[in-house]
RNA sequence: GUGGCUAUGGUAUAAUGGUUAUUACUCUGGUUUGUGGUACCGGCAAUACGGGUUCAAUUCCCGUUAGCCACCCCA
């Protein structure tokens, strides 16, 4: 926030506190101490920083919930046999605009491009399955055991307008199978993002179609544009445009004009090969048998060039607002060809995190609001000491309890028990451990329970022993 | 990228063309220094930025920036 020069507003009347206070005793009789002195009001100089626009920070209240999205991301990615890969997230720029395609939004408009110091044309990263191809070719993993199953997480970059939901930058989580050309490949990919959403409370719908091969595709763009073109009356300004720049979008138009004009217009899914139809149709076969629903949607196309056949997207089950597509994928066998690797099907999803923790911040708010929601208590205990001594004593326990790998919270910067004991009260905690002279002499230490304040003496020795049973109930 | 709405402490809000901008929460200190969750007393903290109209702007006007919503696109 901008802090402008203070227009010298109150002149504070320093009545207490000349000189350093004495000894306690003398100075509190004169002085009431419930008077905090007033300060000069200071300037505040330099300028103020604002994260970019389309940036943000992930709070710290924010980061229970975060740490829960990656730690279920990673395990379901894990269970289904894939490995953990981390690409630059700076990268050539031709690698994006060769495999997404020119033409598209993401790489015309939403690209961070720039000149690196040796004059590259390097950009931040849009999206990693390019990079995950990328990486394929440069390792030659087709020499490992196919196919290879890979997961990630991390940061892209689009400049696009931020809206709710949309961010310049944000975060993905994806898996990618490559290496083989099987429909279980499809449906297993739509299983782990289905699942990953699952396991986090969010119930989706899949939609999910079939685009076919490139030619399939290019046969069917003829058909459609046609048959656009014979409605052009009928079709949105917005539309009109796409007929010639990219027809497949007219496809999926919101506008009710062009949905009417839709439902007459050919469907990709009778343009395609028999083999591509023979492939889509035991995809969903394998997904009946995984007990997945989808709803097979025929207008359902992709904004990135690299897809052929299978095309999915995963939306929240209520969804309203314009930003409810969690992720999508599909396969893309033409790609790794494309950039100068062999012909190697593959296929691949990603979910937008920002999306998943805006769905699951909504439901959050929604368990708040009713009556009996007791917010969590965290998994530990409070350490508060009293004295010097006691201080000292309590970095050693400290350390002995964290040994036992238990989650000690504390506020040795306060002296006083209440202070810390009020720190403990807004943690939460069940339990706080009260360290004072009299115990570090004894030897012992107090456990009080903070919901019944009963509190027990226990031998230093036994406290790590009594703490985990206290926690482990 | 296009259009609409909005902008007051960290958060949520009140008010006004004219002294010191309201209130609550949060944070912080205290209520005679070994006991928190309720009470009481203090303290920190705001009119987004720049320009214009005016004797006077936080208030009216314009621009910028940001946020939200819709489009576009997508995650």
């Given amino acids: 926030m901008p802090r402008k020069k203070a227009p010298a507003k109150k002149q504070p009347k320093k009545v207490l506190a000349k000189k350093a206070p004495a000894k306690k005793k003398a100075v509190k009789k004169v002085v009431p101490k419930n008077v905090a002195p007033k300060k000069e009001k200071k300037k505040t100089k330099g300028p103020n920083y604002a ?55 993401v790489v015309d408009k939403e690209m961070y491009v720039f000149e690196d110091k040796d ?28 196919p290879v199953k890979v997961w990630y997480w991390g940061q892209m970059f689009r400049h696009d307008r931020p809206q709710a939901g949309r961010y310049r930058q944000f975060h993905q989580f994806g898996c990618e ?36 091969t490139v030619e399939d595709r290019e046969n069917y763009i003829v058909e459609l544009v046609g048959y656009l073109r014979s409605k052009r009356s009928y079709l949105s300004d917005e539309s009109k445009k796409r007929i010639n720049k990219n027809p497949l979008r007219v496809l999926d138009s919101k506008h009710e004009q062009d949905q009417a004009v839709m439902e007459e217009a050919p469907q990709i899914l009778d343009w395609l090969s028999d083999k591509s139809r023979g492939f889509f149709m035991n995809v969903l076969e394998y997904l009946d048998e995984a007990g997945i629903p989808y709803v097979l949607t025929p207008t359902l196309v992709r904004g990135l060039d690299y897809y052929t056949d299978t095309v999915f997207e995963l ?10 597509a969690l992720g999508g994928g599909g396969r893309y066998n033409g ?13 691949g999803f990603s979910l937008g995190i920002e999306r998943i923790a805006m769905v699951l911040k909504k439901q959050r708010e929604e368990l708040e609001k009713q009556e009996n929601y007791k917010p969590e208590k965290p998994g530990g205990i409070f350490f508060a000491q009293l004295g010097e001594q006691a201080c000292k004593r309590s970095l050693y326990l400290i350390e002995e309890l964290r040994r036992k790998d238990l989650r000690v919270y504390h506020n040795l910067a306060k002296s006083s028990l209440k202070a810390q004991l009020e720190t403990a009260n807004k943690l939460g ?32 020795k036994k406290i790590a022993n009594t703490v985990q049973k206290l926690l482990s109930k």
Avoid at 177 to 204: C, F, K, M
């Fill in 315 to 324: 939306y929240a089950e209520d969804d309203e607002g314009s930003q409810s």
């Fill in 51 to 105: 994260t970019l626009r389309g940036m943000k920070d992930i709070l710290p209240k924010e980061g229970v919930s975060w740490q829960h999205m990656y730690h279920t991301a990673e395990d379901i990615a894990n269970a289904y046999g894939f490995s953990y890969i981390e690409t630059p997230i700076l990268e050539q720029a031709m690698l994006f605009t060769r495999s997404i395609g020119k033409g598209t939004d």
């Fill in 429 to 460: 905690v069940s339990h706080t451990l009260i360290l004072g002279q009299k115990e570090v002499q004894d030897e012992t230490i107090l456990v009080r329970n903070m919901e019944s304040g009963i509190q027990e003496v226990v031998d230093q």
């Fill in 177 to 212: 199978t490559l290496g083989v050309q099987s429909p279980v490949v499809d449906a297993e990919l739509i299983a782990v993002a289905y699942n990953t959403l699952r396991d986090l409370g969010i119930e989706t719908t899949v939609r999910i179609n079939s685009i076919g």
């Fill in 119 to 146: 004059g590259s044309r390097v950009c931040l990263r849009p999206e990693v399955t390019a990079s995950v191809a990328r990486s394929y070719i440069n390792h030659g993993m087709q020499t490992f055991p196919q």
């Fill in 335 to 347: 790609l790794i060809e494309q950039l100068g690797g062999e012909e190697t099907p593959a296929a």
